[in-house]
């Protein structure tokens, strides 16, 4: 329908205030601004966060993934290279991360880092939970995080491109009941669609636009705004998907996301059994509906021959269970993991415990 009525770019359309206004209510935030990927709303947050507080450093962790702008692209130094942060890769000049800090999740010394560099610091930007380790799970920690940030007065940004509408209708912050001041979202409000959202607490996100104001008083955009703009932004495509993704998700709420869990859970718990069984070093950890397989060495003939049996598992190892899956869909799977394992274990392919 959205196509027959045209999707003209320049001026906003109505429906980015229908998605906006589901946004706010089902995560409790209270401004959203539209990007077009998960990677431009985490740049963007950066930004806002580096605007309002008028700071530049910014805390990250290296179990968490923020896309691929080249500012979050950063790594701790050796061991013989203290307080150094590394480009991850060639082509990421070092100055880029030159104003980021990168900690162990669940560290200490990012809490004491915090503490003694308080007036450098714009924000702490997190996955709350790693989506590459799940099982790094920590919902203490990251009230640990929420209580230092707020007492030093330093920005807590969520990453919830992953977690985000999948884990709860309100994300990680309805899961656990921890309030972050921006959260980043992306991918699942999507629908299939290239978006990302930004949203953020009272005037968390006033640089963007200078602030809210009304007509016929005094009021004007009083914070002084920084870069944020983008063609494709609130995209009516994107927008009228998003608006059925969350009607969808608001509709059939928590217990929706909680039965997704449950059945991942239980997926993943059977292909635990079968590793064990086969005394395969693999272990599946998950959260909410996505889970990885998680080992040191190279699985890369295992993940070929679920290949030839039909299973595609994206290169960077993260799986999800949606709802279009039905058990058919998972005990093919799971037949394929078992026709691989024999295959190998056949040919002596395959590592053990020691």
Known sequence: ??????????????????VAELIKEMTGMDRVAFVNSGTEAVMNAV???RALTRRNHIVLFSSSYHGHWDAVLARAGDYDEANVTKPISVGIP???????????????????????????????????????????????????????????????????????????????QGLFGIEADMVTYGKT????MP???????????????????NFNDDSFPAAEPTFFGGTYFQHPLC??????????IKRRGETFTKVLTQRTESFVSRLNQLFLSRRVPIEAKSFSSFFRLMHRDNMDLLYYNL????????????????????????????????DSLDELEENNLLPRYS
């Not at 409000?189 to 299939?192: A, Q, R, S, T």
């Not at 927008?239 to 969808?248: D, F, G, R, Y």
């Not at 058990?327 to 093919?332: A, G, N, P, R």
Request: glycine fraction near 10%; include cysteine.
């Open 47 to 49: 930004r806002a966060a």
């Open 94 to 172: 070092e100055n880029m991360v030159a104003d980021v800090s990168v900690f162990g999740f669940g560290s200490n010394e990012a809490i004491e880092f915090l503490k003694t560099n308080r007036t450098d610091i714009a924000a702490v930007l997190v996955e709350p939970v790693p989506t590459r380790d799940p099982g790094l799970s920590n919902p203490d920690y990251l009230r640990r995080l929420r209580q230092v940030t707020r007492e030093l007065d330093i920005l807590l940004i969520f990453d919830e491109i992953v977690t985000g509408f999948r884990s709860h209708p309100a994300g990680v």
């Open 195 to 213: 978006l990302g959202v930004i949203t953020g607490r009272k005037k968390m996100l006033d640089s963007i636009d200078g602030g809210n104001w």
């Open 307 to 338: 290949l030839m049996r039909g299973v595609y598992i994206w290169e960077w190892r993260c799986w999800f269970i949606s709802d279009a899956h039905d058990d058919t869909h998972l005990e093919s799977v799971y037949l394929a993991f078992v």
């Open 239 to 248: 927008m009228t998907a998003a608006k059925a993704t969350l009607q969808e």
């Open 1 to 18: 329908q959205q196509i027959d009525n045209s999707f003209g770019l320049g001026t906003r359309h109505e429906i980015g205030l229908e």
């Open 189 to 192: 409000i999507g629908g299939g």
